[in-house]
């Protein structure tokens, strides 16, 4: 007679529940990985189409009113939406427009969380929430004026996104003197990818997207680290073994880059949402202006927005981006 061997129940249980602590544990890393790779590819996406729409406009500056009184209080305010109407929907295709105080109906969620998961914020909805420093008149004024402390306003793209857009009417192009990027930042799109579904974070469904200089407009969409280099370094050095700044990026990760100045000059205007804190520091950019231990390269003051050209042997803090 032959004997068949097989195996016992408990032994299938036992089987069953190693491959599902083996799933419980595997899975929800997995599905990260693919919800980041699924964003990182709209993200682009989005940036592309932005940057292709703008492109196309003539002039960023001076769409719709913006009356402040005495007091601080805007009287009229119809900024933000006119841009959105007058000048984006005739060059790229909006679903829906959502006035200031109704960006809910466009999907903008009420609160996101910081890109360092510390903090969760309310969304912002004027200029000063977004960043108070823009609005700090010793800093932006320039040849077409200050900043102006416009409403949101939103809309919602063919493709589910949803996008606030923080506007600034009376944006100067790049050829003042002045230095300070608060009135060189034209539009600042704060997008959710998904609408008010979660996680509604910094780095991963929420990011941003700036469009600086009224003429010739230069749009960039960073995606930054986490965290700062942990120490301040030189942006070039013939020393051996002493790292500069565009080392440190790539110690830190090898998808890691240094901004150029405009990424981060959009790293300033969005600081609050990146939760950089009070630090006063100067940060570099990877925009060399000249080579060499004594050459120059634009420099970011993120307590006041100051950009400057600053010697590459100079000590300075490296908030990297991804590439």
Same mark, same amino acid.
Request: glycine share 8%.
């Given at each position: 007679?032959?004997?068949?061997?097989?195996?016992?129940?408990?032994?299938?249980?036992?089987?069953?529940?190693?491959?599902?602590?083996?799933?419980?544990?595997?899975?929800?890393?997995?599905?990260?990985?693919?919800?980041?790779?699924?964003?990182?590819?709209?993200?682009?996406?989005?940036?592309?189409?932005?940057?292709?729409?703008?492109?196309?406009?003539?002039? +960023?500056? /001076?769409?719709?009113?913006?009356? &402040?009184?005495? $007091?601080?209080?805007? @009287?009229?305010?119809? %900024?933000? !939406?006119?841009?959105?109407?007058?000048?984006?929907?005739?060059?790229?295709?909006?679903?829906?427009?959502?006035?200031?105080?109704?960006?809910?109906?466009?999907?903008?969620?009420?609160?996101?969380?910081?890109?360092?998961?510390?903090?969760?914020?309310?969304?912002?909805?004027?200029?000063?929430?977004?960043?108070?420093?823009? +609005?700090? /008149?010793?800093?932006?004024?320039? &040849?077409?004026? $200050?900043?102006?402390? @416009?409403?949101?306003? %939103?809309? !919602?793209?063919?493709?589910?996104?949803?996008?606030?857009?923080?506007?600034?009417?009376?944006?100067?192009?790049?050829?003042?003197?002045?230095?300070?990027?608060?009135?060189?930042?034209?539009?600042?799109?704060?997008?959710?990818?998904?609408?008010?579904?979660?996680?509604?974070?910094?780095?991963?469904?929420?990011?941003?997207?700036?469009?600086?200089?009224?003429?010739?407009?230069?749009?960039?969409?960073?995606?930054?680290?986490?965290?700062?280099?942990?120490?301040?370094?030189?942006?070039?050095?013939?020393?051996?073994?002493?790292?500069?700044?565009?080392?440190?990026?790539?110690?830190?990760?090898?998808?890691?880059?240094?901004?150029?100045?405009?990424?981060?000059?959009?790293?300033?205007?969005?600081?609050?949402?990146?939760?950089?804190?009070?630090?006063?520091?100067?940060?570099?950019?990877?925009?060399?202006?000249?080579?060499?231990?004594?050459?120059?390269?634009?420099?970011?003051?993120?307590?006041?927005?100051?950009?400057?050209?600053?010697?590459?042997?100079?000590?300075?803090?490296?908030?990297?981006?991804?590439?």
């Amino acid at each position: 007679m032959k004997k068949f061997r097989g195996f016992t129940l408990a032994e299938v249980l036992i089987t069953l529940a190693i491959i599902g602590i083996v799933a419980a544990i595997t899975l929800p890393s997995l599905l990260v990985n693919v919800n980041e790779k699924a964003w990182d590819a709209q993200k682009r996406a989005l940036h592309a189409r932005l940057a292709q729409a703008i492109g196309q406009m003539n002039t +960023l500056g /001076g769409y719709g009113t913006y009356t &402040e009184d005495e $007091d601080g209080t805007a @009287t009229a305010d119809t %900024a933000a !939406e006119s841009f959105i109407l007058d000048a984006l929907s005739k060059v790229y295709k909006i679903n829906n427009v959502c006035g200031p105080d109704k960006l809910s109906s466009c999907g903008i969620p009420s609160k996101i969380t910081t890109l360092d998961a510390v903090a969760e914020i309310n969304f912002p909805t004027k200029m000063k929430e977004l960043n108070a420093k823009l +609005l700090n /008149g010793a800093h932006n004024t320039g &040849e077409n004026g $200050d900043v102006a402390d @416009t409403k949101a306003a %939103a809309f !919602e793209t063919v493709n589910g996104e949803s996008i606030a857009v923080f506007y600034n009417p009376l944006c100067s192009s790049d050829t003042t003197v002045n230095h300070y990027v608060q009135n060189k930042m034209c539009v600042n799109f704060v997008y959710d990818l998904n609408g008010s579904e979660g996680p509604n974070q910094v780095g991963k469904d929420v990011g941003f997207i700036t469009a600086f200089y009224n003429k010739n407009p230069v749009v960039v969409a960073p995606v930054p680290f986490s965290t700062d280099y942990a120490s301040a370094v030189k942006q070039y050095t013939e020393t051996e073994g002493e790292i500069d700044a565009p080392t440190a990026c790539k110690t830190m990760g090898e998808d890691l880059r240094l901004p150029d100045r405009d990424e981060l000059a959009s790293l300033f205007v969005n600081a609050p949402l990146i939760n950089l804190g009070e630090n006063n520091g100067y940060y570099w950019s990877g925009s060399v202006i000249s080579l060499g231990m004594s050459g120059l390269v634009w420099v970011q003051r993120f307590v006041n927005g100051n950009r400057f050209r600053g010697g590459r042997s100079s000590m300075n803090h490296v908030r990297c981006i991804r590439r």
